[in-house]
């Protein structure tokens, strides 16, 4: 008889710990309604323990109750202390049912935090807590990176050891390149730490990581050496990314896949964009402007070939075959540019007896042949020019004018002067307010002393250029944003001067000016005004400027000849 009623009883007690483990679940999952008042919170979690004590989350909300209570009141030392004597309880409580909970570990860390600011014992050191909260969760958690926030709060109070772990927490939690956690994590850098040194450690090799790390010390007027030594460092990291998508274009363009080699090197031009070149401002050479320009031209051309192969044509509908013609200047490099367009049939020889069949491919031609310094050859070119009768239809007038100024270019070369003032006249017919063939006559009237002429071109130049000083009318450039004023120019070694005003008065905003893609200058304006030397090519320049810091007014751009000395 005894042998049948202990079974009963087992299932009995069995049976009514299932239902003391429900009703503790349900009485839990009241309190955590956010509605409930901090009171009946923790008169129904008591009630849930009183059921069943063996619930790790029962004790952990209490934990959590208790500090929050503590923290109200810190007015009453004795209510207070109460409070967080509990909170502790509750949590050591629930660890001892599930020790492997990273969230308790780190609630009760902060307890002890808190109690440690009061002058209050700790029963267990906060910080092995804090470590035992970020080694039982996974490096990507919230939990693992706010113990590395909270440790980055008190940086100058850590021991070593203590500052070597904290800084393998967050370079593991900033490696997923988070920009959100960066500047949450920055922002905590900035009150406390400021250590350079630390955001080196931590930060991932990454170049939009070394963005938002320069772009928040520009914002909050900190190191603008470091500023720009992050920039310069991301920029290494783009010509290196530049260099293996050309590297993949090229795998891709030997196996006949041209769209998606051209897909390849429109990235690494997009990488290549980027770099403004702020290893000349930082001081350091992070990478050999040599090998930045190789990789461009590299680029241009392999993505010209691609464009030519994909469409078998020149027209050039993207410029992607000009851009790199701009480029070139290696001639072996234009021959075998040259062969590769003549084995697909894109450039044979025209019937002598009508060169001028296609204007366009024409003019091509004579830019490669003006590129390998084929002079002689152009200059024939003209011969036969002048020689025919021509109807050009407007479609075919740009293509004409850039034959007839090349044929003038290149009989300057040959120096026959005179002959180079017919062919530029004759553009200059066609397209009066072409500033490449005006600076082209300009020159001819040069090299002739005949310097009343030259005095009435250079009056159309200055008609088409830009003028000396720019009145920019107080613009608003607002911070993170930028402006961009298009000059066109004559050409030659300028000094400008951009004057600015900070936005409200009395600032010392840190502006940066690139100018044709490269920064200029960059600095905190107290003096209102940038100046830097610039190279003008003839044509058209950009000058663009970003307020970096706060926003600025802009009120005028002078371009000063410098002083001969």
Known sequence: MKKKILPIAGLAILVLLQAAAAWNARLYWRAKDAATDPETKAHLLGRANAVFPWNAAVHFELGKLDFGRGAEVLSDPAERDAFFGRSVGSYLHSLRLDPAAPAAHFELAQTLLYMSYLGLPEPVGHFEEYKRAAELTGHNSQIHFDVGKVLLSRWDSLAPGEKEFAVGILKRSLAAKSEDRLLDLLETWNLSARDLSLIDAVLPADAGSLRIYARFLGERGLS????????????ALEVARAKAEF??????????????ASA?????????RSVKFYQDLAGTEFFDP????????????????DRIEETRSLADPDGAIAAYLALEDDFTALGEF???????????????????RDLQTLAFRMDLDFALNRYRDIARVGGLLTASSLVIA?????????????????????????????????ALEAAPDDLDVLLGLERCFGRLNDEANAAAVRRDIDRLTSP?????????VRKGESFAIELTTAGGNRTLRLDFAPVPPGGRPLVAVYFDGRVAWEENGDTGSAVFPASLKPGRSTLEIGAVSSD??????????????
Not at 264 to 272: P, Q
Not at 292 to 300: E, F, N, P, T, W
Not at 338 to 356: C, V, Y
Not at 396 to 422: C, F, M, Q, T
Request: charged fraction near 35%; charge should be positive.
């Open 394 to 426: 407007p479609s075919g007038r740009p293509s004409y004018v850039r034959i007839l100024r090349l044929i003038g270019e290149s009989n300057l070369k040959l120096d026959n002067v005179y002959e180079a003032e017919r062919y530029y006249r004759m």
């Open 338 to 356: 040259e062969t590769f367009i003549k084995e697909r049939g894109l450039l044979a020889e025209d019937d002598p007896g009508s060169p001028f």
């Open 290 to 305: 040599k090998d930045y320009a190789a990789v461009l031209k590299s680029v241009r051309r392999l993505l010209a070939m």
């Open 247 to 260: 590297d993949r274009a090229r795998r891709e363009a030997e196996s006949f896949r041209t769209a998606e």
């Open 224 to 235: 603008l050496e470091a500023r720009r030594l992050a920039l310069a460092r991301a920029e």
């Open 264 to 272: 390849h090197c429109t990235e690494a031009l997009r990488a290549l």
């Open 468 to 476: 000396a000083e720019i009145d920019l009318g107080g613009r608003l």
């Open 552 to 565: 600025i007014s802009l009120v005028r751009l002078r371009m000063e000849t410098p002083e001969v000395r």
